[in-house]
């Protein structure tokens, strides 16, 4: 039986339409039109009123606000036009996100915008400021809140006189908070994320027992230590100065981590991130991980699947060993990454570095039995980095794939 062939589509009419001055973007309903205006600043969205008789009034509902003061001439003219923005909008319209930057303004504006926001009963904040943030003046915040982010400016010390009880993710960068930050976590019964970044704190212990997501880089409290303790935590990535001393705890549902420290004390708190599956080491002491290795207290991380060593240098038998003490104690592991640091291109004989036997003592081929993708980044050509790679290829039974990207810098 013969089939007839697939009709051509019909030509749209799309051309036509816009040839006739068909107006299709007026013609979608309000819920759809607000929400293509909440990704564009407010003062175009404003702008919009002059299209046509519709447009008239539609900005008076939108419930996203986008406030920056770069979008206009002078300072004095993005105040006029937040004053008559808060005055005309449409009061009845609760406001589901406020996106503003405004450096330099006064308490009295920020004062003002807060407790507008709070009356319309703000889901999201994203304030960047170097005032004081009002935020527990508000009462009002404490129900509505689900999404604070906060920058360049600073808490006060009476952070724990409000709950907020909905709030689940927190942003804090380039921020002085005058107080605990225990003090906020506490008073976020919801909280799950908790991003931190370039900021100072009285003191910084984290224990929550429903936080999924934790990230911290480059902050300072006065104790110079920070506590994690969070049992529901799934991934962490931590950054930090030397000075600062990070103890892990209780990290029993932790899946992926990233951890970054720059001298020996960081490997002191591998133990925490022993349960991990992905794991990033960035800036790694390689000399720590052989002299832990050494006295048996490395340890073994029995659920990791992806090791990831970046900025560390192999060009040393030590830091050779250092490698094959790290996949010893990683029975499982199946992808193994490094990426040697670009700093580090000098050319060094096993035979002649100080150091164990090759293998390392305790060597068994067995913990190979897992590894199939291997790759090396930036690779250096040193004889270490040489020896390490053929040590692997020849003990790695099911390896797959063995990936080499050399290192620019290193001559031909």
């Known amino acids: 039986m013969e089939t007839n062939p697939t009709k051509k589509p019909k030509i749209s009419n799309l051309q036509t339409s816009f040839s006739k001055g068909i107006d299709r973007i007026g013609e979608l309903?309000?819920?759809?039109?607000?929400q293509i205006l909440s990704f564009l600043p407010t003062k175009q969205v404003v702008q919009t009123s002059i299209l046509s008789k519709r447009w008239i009034?539609?900005?008076?509902?939108?419930?996203?606000?986008?406030?920056?003061?770069?979008?206009?001439?002078?300072?004095?003219?993005?105040?006029v036009?937040?004053?008559?923005?808060?005055?005309?909008?449409?009061?009845?319209?609760?406001?589901?996100?406020?996106?503003?930057?405004?450096?330099?303004?006064?308490?009295?504006?920020?004062?003002?915008?807060?407790?507008?926001?709070?009356?319309?009963?703000?889901?999201?904040?994203?304030?960047?400021?170097?005032?004081?943030?009002?935020?527990?003046?508000?009462?009002?915040?404490?129900?509505?809140l689900r999404i604070l982010k906060l920058k360049r400016g600073w808490l006060g010390g009476k952070i724990d006189?409000?709950?907020?009880?909905?709030?689940?993710?927190?942003?804090?960068?380039?921020?002085?908070?005058?107080?605990?930050?225990?003090?906020l976590i506490d008073n976020c019964p919801s909280l799950e994320e908790l991003f931190l970044k370039s900021s100072s704190f009285v003191s910084l212990r984290t224990h929550s027992n429903k936080m999924s997501k934790l990230s911290i880089h480059d902050c300072s409290s006065h104790d110079e230590k920070i506590e994690i303790s969070c049992p529901s935590l799934i991934s962490?990535?931590?950054?930090?100065?030397?000075?600062?001393?990070?103890?892990?705890?209780?990290?029993?549902?932790l899946d992926?981590?990233?951890?970054?420290?720059?001298?020996?004390?960081?490997?002191?708190?591998?133990?925490?991130?022993?349960?991990?599956?992905?794991?990033?080491?960035?800036?790694?002491?390689?000399?720590?991980?052989?002299?832990?290795?050494?006295?048996?207290?490395?340890p073994v991380f029995h659920n990791l699947k992806s090791l990831t060593t970046k900025s560390c240098p192999v060009s040393t038998k030590i830091h050779a060993q250092a490698i094959t003490y790290l996949l010893l104690n990683s029975p499982a592991l199946e992808t193994l990454i490094i990426e040697h640091?670009?700093?580090?291109?000098?050319?060094?004989?096993?035979?002649?570095?100080?150091?164990?036997?090759?293998?390392?003592?305790?060597?068994?081929?067995?913990?190979?039995?897992?590894?199939?993708?291997?790759?090396?980044?930036?690779?250096?050509?040193?004889?270490a980095e040489i020896e390490l790679l053929k040590f692997i290829s020849q003990n790695a039974r099911d390896l797959?794939?063995?990936?080499?990207?050399?290192?620019?810098?290193?001559?031909?």
């Not at 709950?163 to 003090?183: C, G, K, M, R």
């Not at 001298?263 to 990033?280: A, I, P, Q, W, Y």
């Not at 797959?400 to 990207?405: G, N, S």
């Open 341 to 383: 640091s670009t700093y580090y291109l000098g050319k060094c004989n096993l035979s002649n570095t100080k150091g164990g036997g090759w293998p390392p003592k305790g060597f068994d081929v067995e913990c190979f039995s897992c590894l199939k993708v291997v790759e090396f980044r930036k690779f250096g050509s040193s004889t």
């Open 161 to 183: 006189l409000l709950t907020f009880q909905n709030l689940h993710t927190i942003h804090i960068y380039d921020t002085w908070v005058q107080a605990p930050l225990e003090s």
């Open 29 to 34: 309903p309000d819920v759809l039109l607000h």
């Open 256 to 298: 992926n981590a990233y951890f970054s420290w720059f001298d020996h004390k960081g490997v002191k708190f591998l133990n925490g991130l022993c349960r991990v599956k992905v794991l990033v080491l960035d800036c790694l002491h390689l000399e720590s991980i052989y002299k832990e290795a050494l006295n048996g207290s490395l």
């Open 57 to 79: 009034h539609l900005w008076k509902f939108i419930n996203t606000l986008n406030l920056d003061v770069n979008d206009f001439s002078t300072t004095k003219s993005f105040k």
């Open 81 to 144: 036009f937040i004053h008559n923005l808060l005055n005309l909008r449409n009061i009845e319209s609760n406001i589901l996100a406020l996106r503003m930057s405004w450096p330099w303004i006064s308490s009295r504006d920020i004062d003002a915008i807060m407790c507008y926001a709070s009356y319309h009963k703000v889901e999201s904040m994203a304030i960047d400021c170097w005032r004081p943030f009002p935020l527990f003046n508000n009462p009002s915040l404490g129900c509505s």
């Open 236 to 253: 962490l990535s931590y950054g930090n100065t030397p000075s600062m001393k990070c103890s892990l705890e209780n990290l029993w549902s």
């Open 400 to 412: 797959e794939r063995i990936t080499i990207a050399p290192n620019k810098k290193v001559n031909k």
